[in-house]
């Protein structure tokens, strides 16, 4: 594309009420538009904040193509319905794939866990602690995750979800006790602080990672974004 027409990325997350992941995610969005100097990167929600996806979408001109990035984790109700009917109407216009599962995100969540101290000795138990979805197929990529998770670590890992799914995540921390467990990390599979965030930490377990987006100096996680970019260039190269 030209410099008068830029390609135009669509940084589509949930949307939440909390002040801190609604801070984490703008410094998520706005450094995805510093490794894209060339592309037009505006936020877009699917649900409590605006610009509604749909209306970003409808705004981008007929000579531009624009793709919609899921700043979501797993495929589900806001890929299949929301983004997807967002970007339905018009040709230029293309949803990517959400950024789960991702070999980075795998490493991330790595970093998180070692954050809160050892995980590797004996009797350590990790649980994928993810949102959740009614959907079947996302679990089928928080499973896809945790198989990449596995291949990183030492100890046992099983997944629990905040809602939508089963196991939940209390239950999976418990299973994991009763199974001998004596330290029970939950590992939280979520992008910014806010409402799932804050049921992981309720969870039960001994310790809890910080959200994927979140690193220990208070920046943004930048292998998150080069995950956001490698998920828009995908899509432009499947649209081309």
């Given amino acids: 594309m030209s410099e008068i027409n830029p390609t135009v990325l669509i940084a589509?997350?949930?949307?939440?009420?909390?002040?801190?992941?609604?801070?984490?995610?703008?410094?998520?969005?706005?450094?995805?538009?510093?490794?894209?100097p060339e592309t037009v990167v505006q936020p877009a929600f699917v649900d409590v904040?605006?610009?509604?996806?749909?209306?970003?979408?409808?705004?981008?001109?007929a000579d531009q193509r624009a793709v919609i990035v899921p700043l979501l984790l797993s495929r589900g109700f806001h890929t299949g319905v929301d983004i997807a009917r967002a970007a339905k109407p018009y040709e230029h216009v293309h949803a990517a794939q959400p950024l789960g599962p991702h070999p980075l995100l795998a490493d991330v969540l790595v970093s998180r866990l070692t954050e809160v101290g050892e995980i590797d000795s004996l009797g350590t138990h990790i649980v994928l602690a993810a949102s959740g979805s009614s959907n079947p197929v996302a679990a089928?990529?928080?499973?896809?995750?945790?198989?990449?998770?596995r291949a990183r670590l030492t100890v046992p890992l099983t997944v629990g979800y905040a809602a939508g799914s089963t196991p939940l995540i209390a239950d999976a921390v418990a299973a994991a006790r009763a199974a001998g467990a004596t330290r029970v990390i939950a590992a939280s599979y979520v992008l910014a602080p806010g409402?799932?965030?804050?049921?992981?930490?309720?969870?039960?377990?001994?310790?809890?990672?910080?959200?994927?987006?979140?690193?220990?100096?208070?920046?943004?996680?930048r292998?998150?974004?080069?995950v956001v970019v490698d998920r828009f260039r995908e899509a432009l190269a499947a649209a081309s």
């Fill in 12 to 36: 589509c997350s949930h949307g939440t009420r909390f002040a801190e992941g609604r801070a984490v995610v703008s410094a998520l969005v706005d450094h995805v538009a510093q490794l894209l």
């Fill in 49 to 61: 904040e605006e610009p509604a996806v749909a209306d970003v979408a409808a705004a981008v001109p």
């Fill in 140 to 149: 089928t990529d928080v499973e896809a995750l945790a198989e990449m998770l």
């Fill in 195 to 221: 409402h799932f965030a804050n049921l992981v930490a309720a969870s039960g377990a001994d310790a809890v990672s910080a959200p994927l987006a979140v690193t220990p100096g208070g920046g943004v996680e």
């Fill in 223 to 226: 292998r998150v974004s080069r």
